[in-house]
């Protein structure tokens, strides 16, 4: 599967924010708190055009969720379909998918290792092997670690991160490492920062 394999340090600098989420982002900014490349500690930052300022904005959530364009586009898509705001609409799908919530339940310390412990079949859903990264998580439903898996250090280091409901809309039990989704996100408890509405009108072109 293809992956977009730009170190997540130089990503971080280019939008002069942590982006990920990451405590070790926040060191790499503070050490080196500048854009990338030759001239980026000259601090020296060009006005972007409107459909720059869109572009970024795009590239921002495709690297938070960890998403290329075509799966990016896709999801979308679906967001058009949807009632309610497409733009909100849009980020709340990129944040019920496994493995976002995976994430977000503390059973991996980062989108990537949530993306492999799924691929690897290290997770159900209600009780059922699921593999799919981008399989759509629906309100009631169980996330759990397979059996097998339970003593992986992995996973045990990492709900180290997260308390007991780790956002409004999740409840982890970190002795059985369950997680259920128990109630749609709403945007505002979705604690990603990007202007999804910019995303809309660049698409809308």
Excluded: W
């Excluded at 759509?136 to 997260?162: A, F, N, Y």
């Amino acid at each position: 599967m293809a992956r977009n394999l730009t170190p997540r340090g130089k990503i971080t600098r280019k939008y002069g924010e942590n982006i990920f989420g990451n405590p070790k982002y926040d060191k790499i900014l503070q050490k080196k708190p500048y854009a990338p490349g030759q001239h980026g500690a000259e601090g020296r930052r060009k006005r972007l055009s409107e459909y720059a300022l869109q572009l970024r904005e795009k590239q921002k959530a495709k690297y938070i969720y960890g998403l290329l364009e075509k799966q990016f586009r896709n999801t979308y898509e679906k967001a058009k379909t949807d009632k309610g705001i497409t733009g909100e609409n849009l980020i709340v799908r990129l944040e019920c998918r496994l493995d976002t919530l995976v994430y977000r339940l503390g059973f991996a310390p980062s989108q990537r290792a949530a993306r492999q412990l799924v691929s690897h079949k290290h997770l159900l859903v209600n009780g059922i092997s699921t593999n799919i990264p981008s399989y759509l998580v629906k309100v009631g439903d169980v996330i759990s670690v397979r059996e097998k898996s339970h003593k992986m250090e992995i996973i045990h280091e990492s709900l180290k991160r997260v308390s007991e409901n780790p956002r409004p809309y999740l409840k982890v039990d970190k002795a059985t490492l369950e997680g259920t989704l128990i109630e749609t996100p709403k945007r505002e408890d979705i604690m990603v920062k990007v202007n999804e509405q910019l995303i809309v009108e660049l698409y809308s072109k």
